[in-house]
T-cell receptor
């Protein structure tokens, strides 16, 4: 498959454990944040988003936390499964039409 | 709905050749985008189009041109390909809800190699 990010930071977790992926964003004026999942050879896929008027949002097995004070975003995945193995990107919406992506974190899930 | 589609999936060019990457979306989105993705670099915005008839430069526009042909289609052209343009190219589209931007939907990508 396509190699996306040869030098990405990697998080290795055991199947069934919880995963936490962190992201520092750059612009204090950003008001919309998104987490994407990218599997090898595929385009990024939307996971969850959060607006700046919130500090937590939950989806199915995923939670996003936003700390505007330190410009930090995290993605928590509960009961991590082998199918969660992928590269995860955070993105911030600096202007209404522009997303700036982080470099990504590779999540490896071991049985 | 097919979502965002891109053609071709793979392409090999020689230095100096030209080509156009095609993108179409069937979600009635106003905004469309072209990104490139290099290993370890995440996604970088090349050009975007906030609405039919408008285009704007992103972070890395040099060496590229775009055309927003209609609301559905947004093409990316390389006039004279260079090895530095070897990359994976993604097209994306997004809508708005009550004036607020929403998530971008991505196509499957075009893997371009310039020799």
């Amino acid at each position: 498959g396509e190699s996306v990010g040869l030098h990405l930071p990697t998080l290795s977790v055991q199947e069934g454990d919880n995963s936490i992926i962190n992201c520092a964003y750059s612009n204090s004026a950003s008001d919309y944040f998104i987490w994407y999942k990218q599997e090898s050879g595929k385009g990024p896929q939307f996971i969850i988003d959060i607006r700046s008027n919130m500090d937590k949002r939950q989806g199915q097995r995923v939670t996003v936390l936003l700390n505007k004070t330190v410009k930090h975003l995290s993605l928590q995945i509960a009961a991590t499964q082998p199918g969660d193995s992928a590269v995860y990107f955070c993105a911030e919406n600096i202007t209404p039409d522009k997303l700036i992506f982080g470099t990504g974190t590779r999540l490896q899930v071991f049985p | 709905n097919a979502g965002v589609t891109q053609t071709p999936k793979f392409q090999v060019l020689k230095t100096g050749q030209s080509m156009t990457l095609q993108c179409a979306q069937d979600m009635n989105h106003n905004s469309m985008y072209w990104y490139r993705q290099d290993p370890g670099m995440g996604l970088r915005l090349i050009y975007y189009s906030a609405s039919e008839g408008t285009t704007d430069k992103g972070e890395v526009p040099n060496g590229y041109n775009v055309s927003r042909l209609n609301k559905r289609e947004f093409s990316l052209r390389l006039e004279s390909a260079a090895p530095s343009q070897t990359s994976v190219y993604f097209c994306a589209s997004s809508g708005t809800y009550r004036g607020l931007s929403e998530e971008q939907f991505f196509g499957p990508g075009t893997r371009l190699t310039v020799l």
